[in-house]
């Protein structure tokens, strides 16, 4: 360690980024018995909250109270020096120091969980008078935007950009408000690298079922806010113009855009911690720097059906690996080694989404290299794409399935399908070596 | 933190559930007591910070219905963890929490006291005792009074409580297949130590399992033989927590590596598969299909718990009833419903004598072996074993 402004006190754990991966280290740090300072530093001034939930907040079918998982009675067990409304603006490694609008403070450990921020990557400045920001929906304050739109009634169609889940997500909240929905997509499917074709032109049956409009194949080329050209709706007098690749024309109220993620890491010096897509951490969510841990969206760690580090962006693996963090800082200040049996075990990428009773699930990898093999079944209910990997051993183990039903309520056989295959492909991925 | 001895779980359970309410819309007792699996730790931790003394805890828990219910009310069919979007493992949540129920004496011992499978006495051992069915001949591995134990075996084969005492015919004919075959096999006939789990008495399972580990490893069998899938995963868990170096194999995987032929044809009637909630990666139910010869997309099949599960009918008898009678009535009228578990056909069995329906219930093994389950029977030995000159010792043991 060099110099630092934290080693001549008592130890101190910072924590940037109050959500899931955050309050998680902060609860492993406590029930390992670390009774020494943590610092929170929180760009927002409400409880952790779960952006899983914020398009069920919006379309009214969470409480906000309900999108706070802890209460404050909870956190305060946690005897946390919480700093809201600090947006951490540098983080000092070689110093051991954290700066904010607020002042520098000194850290002998710290957890970067930060999240990520959806992107509006390519959507077009929007021309006329007045202009117009997109919905975009991660935080809280999204989501009132969101909640917002659906509540009001001159709103009657909505563009959604994008094919991913948080785009399908909003698309739902939508639908179930009775807008009119339009979804375009650069990619030729919808559910963006996680579906198979086979499988999202199912979804997309499902989509348009439900009377949504798909553009697939598009982006928007142009959008322009103008003067509703018939008499204005319960006090809208706009509309946005919007211009698609292919040169067509439509008009819609609102446009909501979610063109992928990007970890918060603005704060990380150029070269003072390994950043690839994100940050690179070992299986105790170590960064390149030993007194620095990281976990949730901004982390590439462990994948286990590929061995390699990437990001999987899921709430748990969020949780899973705020906890790794905690317990190893716990363990490293009481001067020993973590626990091999508290390391980060790896994960693989899975994905549930629910759009009214259409249900799509995925576990593993989607990639078909030459030694992979892709069956598929299909009935009425119901289509299972298996993506399967010859071993060298003359055997094959599941490494990655698409199952999406039309007709799914939760508890249905699809749901224990999607475990079970979820299941077969978590412990033949667990054996196998990196 | 301190009253609960499992809250490192709870805040662990908390921190995991998004609160977005999927698993509370597959469960009954969830929809019951308006619980997420998140509800259910927070409230927990709750009952814990708000009380200063065991009693109080206890008593701030009893007064919620909601999570007693949630607590009380788990199949242990991990349907809530199927259909949570992160897999969280409620189930084990509620493992956590029957542990503290059980410390704080909020599971009444009536409900229990028959079921403590490590101990001398338990249901299964007295209908054993008492009906005289015992395997000493087959338990090799062990030394009592007519031969020195053995050792150095290829396989042991694990038939599970229900399976041992309900059907002995059917254990010793499967018992003396896997001989067939050419390998040296002894038989454990213990317990998984689910009861104990359901129950509360976590540590109590897991030393169970863990002696049948050590057992395991005296024999020196390299591979275990499971009739139940629920045992088969317990047994496994075990016996990595013992770095023992051993593979638990189910029993149709075990018949089919040996080219096994079923002795029986298979019945008229149309199949209809009753999924093994234990039988969690469907091994169970796809190698049963292909040693019948079955296509698995042919069968009628039904997912989830039969009712027996999480020892519900203490808590609630009608709940386990209507969760039969539900899952039965996915059965097409007139056909043979087969179960993975013995404890489902038990289940299914008793169900069916008290509403009759026009179903067969059979067990896998029934269908792939001559001997067969008479359940009449059974229900009849233990319900009069109550009555007959054992019934004041087995109301004292049990008391």
């Known amino acids: 360690m060099s110099e630092s402004m934290a080693s001549k006190r008592e130890p101190v754990v910072a924590i940037i980024g109050y959500g899931t991966g955050g309050v998680n280290a902060a609860i492993a740090l406590r029930t390992s018995g670390y009774q020494g300072t943590i610092t929170v530093f929180s760009n927002v001034d409400t409880l952790p909250y779960s952006p899983i939930l914020t398009s069920y907040y919006a379309s009214g079918e969470k409480t906000l109270e309900q999108c706070f998982p802890w209460s404050a009675e909870e956190l305060a067990e946690l005897s946390l020096d919480v700093h809201s409304n600090a947006e951490v603006l540098k983080l000092d490694v070689a110093n051991h120091a954290i700066s904010t609008a607020e002042g520098t403070f000194p850290y002998t450990k710290c957890v970067i969980a930060t999240g990520s921020t959806p992107m509006c990557y390519g959507f077009p400045k929007v021309e006329g008078k007045g202009g117009y920001e997109p919905i975009v929906l991660r935080t809280l304050e999204n989501a009132e935007r969101l909640k917002g739109v659906l509540n009001d009634d001159s709103c009657e169609r909505v563009l959604v950009s994008g094919a991913s889940m948080v785009a399908l997500k909003t698309l739902e909240a939508c639908l179930n408000r009775g807008k009119r929905v339009t979804l375009v997509g650069m990619n030729p499917h919808v559910l963006d690298f996680n579906a198979l074709p086979e499988s999202a032109e199912r979804f997309e049956r499902g989509l348009l079922g439900y009377g949504v409009e798909l553009r697939l194949g598009q982006t928007i080329s142009a959008v322009k806010r103008i003067q509703r050209q018939e008499t204005a709706r319960n006090g809208r007098d706009w509309q946005l113009e919007v211009t698609f690749s292919n040169g067509d024309v439509d008009y819609f109220d609102e446009i909501s855009v979610s063109h992928g993620m990007k970890s918060n890491l603005d704060f990380v010096e150029p070269g003072s911690l390994e950043i690839d897509r994100a940050l690179v951490v070992d299986e105790y969510m170590r960064t390149s720097d030993p007194d620095v841990y990281a976990a949730g969206d901004v982390v590439q760690a462990l994948e286990l059906i590929s061995g390699q580090k990437r990001i999987v962006g899921i709430w748990k693996n969020a949780a899973v690996q705020g906890a790794c963090a905690g317990k190893a800082i716990a363990a490293e200040l009481a001067g020993k080694e973590p626990s091999p049996e508290d390391a980060y075990k790896g994960s693989i990428s899975m994905n549930t989404i629910a759009v009214k009773d259409i249900l799509f699930i995925s576990s593993g990898t989607m990639e078909i290299t030459p030694n992979r093999t892709l069956e598929i079944r299909e009935d009425d209910d119901m289509t299972v794409l298996y993506i399967f990997e010859e071993a060298e051993e003359g055997d094959r183990r599941l490494v990655g399935f698409n199952l999406v039903c039309d007709h799914s309520e939760e508890g249905s056989p699809a749901y224990d399908t999607g475990a079970m295959l979820t299941l077969r492909i978590e412990s033949k991925a667990a054996t196998k070596p990196a | ?399």
């Open chain 2, 1 to 399: 933190m301190g009253l609960l001895e499992r809250s490192d779980a709870y805040w662990r359970f908390a921190g995991q559930c998004t609160q977005c309410g999927h698993c509370t819309k597959a469960c009954d007792s969830l929809v019951k007591a308006d619980m997420t699996l998140g509800d259910i730790a927070h409230a927990l931790l709750e009952a814990e910070r708000t009380a200063d003394s065991a009693d109080e805890l206890r008593k701030n828990i009893a007064m919620n219905g909601q999570l007693v219910q949630a607590v009380r009310g788990c199949f242990f069919c991990t349907q809530c963890k199927n259909t949570c979007f992160a897999h969280n493992d409620v189930c084990d949540l509620i493992y956590n929490a029957r542990v503290d129920f059980q410390n704080l004496g909020l599971i009444p011992r009536d409900t229990w006291s028959s079921v403590l499978v490590d101990e001398e006495w338990d249901i299964f051992t007295a209908y054993r005792a008492i009906h005289g069915i015992g395997f000493a001949d087959l338990t090799r591995h062990v030394d009592t009074d007519y031969a020195p134990a053995e050792t150095g075996f290829d396989v042991a084969f694990f038939p599970g409580c229900s399976l041992a005492a309900y059907a002995p015919q059917l254990t010793r004919e499967i018992f003396e297949t896997i001989e067939g075959f050419g390998d040296s096999v002894t038989m454990l006939d213990s317990c998984c130590g689910s009861s104990l789990r359901s129950a509360g008495f976590f540590d109590r399972a897991e030393t169970l399992c863990d002696k049948n580990v050590q057992e395991l490893v005296q024999s020196g069998a390299k591979k275990l033989i499971c009739v139940c899938p629920g045992c088969a995963n317990d047994m496994r868990k075990a016996i990595i927590r013992c770095a023992a170096d051993i593979e638990v194999i189910s029993l149709p995987q075990y018949l089919l590596s040996k080219g096994f032929v079923p002795k029986n044809a298979l019945p008229d009637t149309p199949l209809c598969i009753s999924k093994s909630c234990q039988d969690r990666d469907g091994t169970y139910l796809e190698q049963t299909c292909e040693l019948l010869g079955v296509d698995p997309s042919t069968p009628t099949i039904f997912h989830g718990c039969c009712g027996a599960g999480g020892a519900v009918s203490a808590f609630d008898p009608d709940r386990q009833a209507h969760q039969a009678d539900e899952k039965l009535s996915f059965a097409p009228e007139g056909s043979t419903v087969v179960t993975m578990c013995p404890t489902c056909t038990y289940t299914y069995a008793f169900r069916l004598m008290s509403a009759p329906r026009n179903l067969t219930n059979k067990h896998y093994a029934e269908l792939l072996f001559e001997s067969q389950i008479d359940w009449e029977m059974n229900f009849y030995q233990l319900n009069s074993m109550w009555y007959g000159e054992y019934g004041q010792w087995l109301a004292e043991v049990f008391a």
